[in-house]
């Protein structure tokens, strides 16, 4: 990860410019017009603000990615939190081609195939991508890499990165903490579905292969916030007839997690093993993973909406 001083507004002008075609854009209100490709380039990353999505349908690829970068007809996007602000030079992995003229962006996405959008500037480095195919709109706001706060993201976001490995396995259990039942878990697994989702637990030891873990229990988990603190979090495993396992979660790094048990005082680290990249690349024969029920995307959190440009079209 790439810690950056850069706080992110992710705020959306509340009007939405509902003017016809023409084939230049504004990027700022004093300079000159450019083309669509032109505005594109002008950012390193574009963020998709899921929150801001309009209508009820998806599109599959801005539903997974955290950023696109447009490059000279090539597409880049960062799929994964596991080597966020790495990956890639930052950029993450490159999914597919573009074309853009007039106000019209054309997809080829190497799994996916071709979507064709209607793009508006709605400010200087917002733009909606609107699929007239699915009648839904997302949302990207333009950064520059050196100004991208990746760390913020990360941490915004961190349930999508435990959901980025097979299993996690404990790999060290400090000895001044009071015995637990939480002691004899060896193996977690967080499976997709948002923010708060399914989680399994196993007391197997030392297993070699993380598809021959015995899960002893599934249950509902919940990451929540720490007040002055974003890169502190809290994890919530629910354990239905016991109380409920709560701690503070620190990510150590990319691969490793340490969860401080509250009630007995004890510090667990997890390595994650199985690494699920979503890259979506044609050697993945279209599949994200072997699970096909566990298609990780990200979730929406504001109400789903009608969207706009559906409603004057129609």
Same mark, same amino acid.
């Given at each position: 990860?790439?810690?950056?001083?850069?706080?992110?507004?992710?705020?959306?002008?509340?009007?939405?410019?509902?003017?016809?075609?023409?084939?230049?854009?504004?990027?700022?209100?004093?300079?000159?017009?450019?083309?669509?490709?032109?505005?594109?380039?002008?950012?390193?990353?574009?963020?998709?603000?899921?929150?801001?999505?309009?209508?009820?349908?998806?599109?599959?690829?801005?539903?997974?990615?955290?950023?696109?970068?447009?490059?000279?007809?090539?597409?880049?996007?960062?799929?994964?939190?596991?080597?966020?602000?790495?990956?890639?030079?930052?950029? @993450? =992995?490159?999914?597919?081609?573009?074309? +853009?003229? *007039?106000?019209? #962006?054309?997809?080829?996405?190497?799994?996916?195939? $071709?979507?064709?959008?209607?793009?508006?500037?709605?400010?200087?480095?917002?733009?909606?991508?609107?699929?007239?195919?699915?009648?839904?709109?997302?949302?990207?706001?333009?950064?520059?890499?050196?100004?991208?706060?990746?760390?913020?993201?990360?941490?915004?976001?961190?349930?999508?990165?435990?959901?980025?490995?097979?299993?996690?396995?404990?790999?060290?259990?400090?000895?001044?903490?009071?015995?637990?039942?939480?002691?004899?878990?060896?193996?977690?697994?967080?499976?997709?579905?948002?923010?708060?989702?399914?989680?399994?637990?196993?007391?197997?030891?030392?297993?070699?292969?993380?598809?021959?873990?015995?899960?002893?229990?599934? @249950? =509902?988990?919940?990451?929540?916030?720490? +007040?002055? *603190?974003?890169? #502190?979090?809290?994890?919530?495993?629910?354990?239905? $007839?016991?109380?409920?396992?709560?701690?503070?979660?620190?990510?150590?790094?990319?691969?490793?997690?340490?969860?401080?048990?509250?009630?007995?005082?004890?510090?667990?680290?997890?390595?994650?093993?199985?690494?699920?990249?979503?890259?979506?690349?044609?050697?993945?024969?279209?599949?994200?993973?072997?699970?096909?029920?566990?298609?990780?995307?990200?979730?929406?959190?504001?109400?789903?909406?009608?969207?706009?440009?559906?409603?004057?079209?129609?």
């Amino acid at each position: 990860m790439k810690t950056l001083k850069l706080v992110l507004v992710f705020a959306l002008s509340a009007t939405l410019f509902t003017s016809c075609y023409t084939e230049e854009l504004n990027i700022n209100d004093n300079g000159p017009a450019v083309s669509l490709d032109q505005l594109l380039n002008s950012y390193d990353l574009w963020y998709v603000d899921i929150n801001a999505t309009q209508g009820f349908n998806e599109t599959q690829f801005l539903q997974i990615a955290f950023t696109l970068t447009f490059n000279n007809g090539r597409l880049f996007a960062n799929n994964n939190l596991v080597g966020f602000g790495s990956q890639g030079g930052g950029y @993450g =992995v490159e999914i597919g081609n573009y074309d +853009a003229y *007039n106000t019209i #962006l054309d997809v080829n996405h190497v799994i996916d195939g $071709f979507d064709s959008f209607d793009v508006y500037q709605i400010d200087y480095n917002t733009i909606e991508l609107y699929n007239p195919f699915n009648d839904t709109s997302y949302f990207l706001e333009g950064y520059q890499r050196a100004t991208f706060d990746y760390d913020f993201i990360f941490y915004d976001n961190i349930h999508y990165f435990l959901q980025e490995y097979e299993a996690c396995e404990k790999t060290y259990t400090s000895n001044f903490g009071a015995l637990n039942d939480f002691d004899s878990e060896n193996y977690l697994q967080f499976l997709a579905g948002g923010n708060d989702a399914t989680f399994r637990s196993s007391q197997d030891g030392h297993v070699g292969n993380v598809n021959s873990i015995f899960w002893d229990y599934t @249950g =509902v988990y919940g990451i929540g916030n720490v +007040a002055g *603190n974003s890169g #502190l979090k809290t994890l919530t495993l629910d354990y239905d $007839f016991f109380d409920n396992e709560f701690f503070e979660l620190t990510v150590i790094n990319d691969s490793k997690i340490e969860l401080f048990h509250a009630a007995s005082g004890t510090i667990y680290e997890f390595e994650g093993q199985g690494y699920i990249p979503y890259y979506r690349t044609s050697d993945a024969q279209g599949k994200v993973n072997r699970y096909e029920d566990k298609l990780k995307k990200r979730k929406q959190s504001t109400p789903k909406v009608d969207n706009v440009r559906a409603t004057k079209r129609g």
